[in-house]
């Protein structure tokens, strides 16, 4: 697994959801906010304690977990 520095897991945080830095903000919501337009500043704002390299991280993890891989097809 690539390693992720702000991501964190925790069974008593979230469910265990990955959130950011151990905080009850979950990598979801952070891409969520994204893909429905909020630029980084935005979010920032709306979350204070969120710092644009969370933001980044989230991303990433979430870029790395859709990861395309090709398998080829048997006939």
Not at 1 to 21: D, L, Y
Request: glycine share 6%.
């Amino acid at each position: 697994m690539k390693e992720f520095k702000r991501i964190t897991f925790n069974k008593e945080i979230m469910g265990g959801q990955a959130c950011i830095r151990g905080m009850r903000i979950p990598i979801s919501l952070i891409i969520n906010l994204v893909a429905n337009g909020m630029t980084t500043e935005e979010i920032t704002k709306e979350y204070p304690d969120l710092e644009p390299e969370d933001i980044k991280e989230a991303l990433q993890y979430g870029s790395w977990l859709a990861k395309e891989e090709l398998h080829p097809v048997l006939n």
